[in-house]
């Protein structure tokens, strides 16, 4: 079995207004479009993941809540309808996907053996979280490359956000050394917003552009700032400045999956390609790809520019 690749980590977040606007034919609710700059931002996604050729993706979510340990589906093909809970009147959305339990399973015992509690979902009717569904929408509508999906511990919520980063990161570690084990081809799915103030009401036509913009300037700010350090590779002050960022642009990044993400990645001190940003009910979003592919970062048992 040859060794395992990280190929490229995106943050990719997850409103299911994104999905509502393209009118899949999984998702009942018909719209009149709308968030066209992040859903052309996830054209240039799905352009790459169609060029890296992955086995497959794996996704952390902030909505699929578990508060004993961190849960792996575990199930080889789950279907069923997910329906957005804030907005069923956007998202009902019928779903199937096939799982990569092997790697689950090897993620689940790589996170143990690291001393964090760890899981397997094997529910066959359990319904999928609007967050993982829509991020895998997004980034491969197709359907065609099997998924590992994590749940979200909320470790960082109801301990300090340095304890919680910090069991994200050895999750993050447990799933780089599982990728190498299986000799998997992997792109990894950091589902999250960034900052995450938002409206407490919808407009009459939720997809009235004309009523979208940032919910509070200083999250805007604070979203141009972290971006831009993303941009030019600085991710060690992206790390450093995190905390403040949580905590003054409520930002959604708290629940690990980005740290989960490039802590797998070996924290590489690349910069970011920005794909696409722009608000939804006021929240701030962007897609932003780390190719290690196409940097040469993509082997488990290189060096990576550690952050």
């Not at 096939?98 to 529910?123: F, H, P, T, Y």
């Not at 700010?221 to 003054?248: N, S």
């Not at 780390?290 to 048992?301: I, M, V």
Request: some cysteine.
């Amino acid at each position: 079995m040859s060794e395992g690749k990280i190929l490229s980590g995106f943050l990719a977040p997850h409103p299911p207004h994104m999905v509502y606007a393209e009118n899949p034919p999984q998702n009942e609710p018909r719209s009149e479009g709308g968030w066209e700059q992040l859903r052309w931002a996830y054209d240039h996604a799905r352009a790459s993941i169609e060029k890296l050729k992955p086995d497959v993706l794996l996704v952390h979510t902030p909505h699929w809540i578990t508060q004993v340990g961190h849960h792996f589906l575990g199930v080889p093909r789950l279907e069923g309808r997910s329906v957005d809970p804030i907005f069923p009147n956007l998202f009902r959305y019928d779903f199937g996907m096939d799982v990569d339990v092997e790697l689950a399973e090897a993620c689940c015992a790589e996170a143990n053996k690291l001393g964090i509690v760890s899981k397997m979902m094997r529910n066959p009717k359990f319904r999928v979280d609007y967050g993982t569904i829509t991020t895998l929408h997004m980034v491969r509508p197709q359907w065609d490359i099997p998924v590992v999906g994590i749940s979200a511990n909320n470790t960082p919520y109801y301990l300090s956000t340095g304890e919680g980063q910090g069991e994200m990161d050895i999750l993050g570690r447990a799933t780089r050394e599982a990728i190498r084990k299986t000799g998997r081809r992997a792109v990894l799915l950091a589902s999250n917003t960034l900052s995450h103030w938002h409206f407490h009401e919808e407009p009459e036509l939720p997809e009235d552009m004309s009523k979208e913009h940032p919910e509070r300037y200083d999250g805007y700010k604070w979203d141009m700032r972290m971006i831009e350090l993303m941009r030019k590779g600085r991710m060690k002050e992206v790390f450093e400045t995190m905390p403040q960022f949580i905590d003054e642009a409520f930002a959604e990044v708290k629940s690990g999956a980005f740290t989960w993400m490039h802590a797998a990645m070996g924290y590489p001190e690349l910069a970011g390609k920005l794909h696409g940003y722009g608000t939804v009910i006021g929240t701030g979003n962007a897609v932003i790809e780390w190719n290690l592919e196409e940097a040469g970062l993509s082997s488990l048992g290189a060096e990576a520019r550690v952050a």
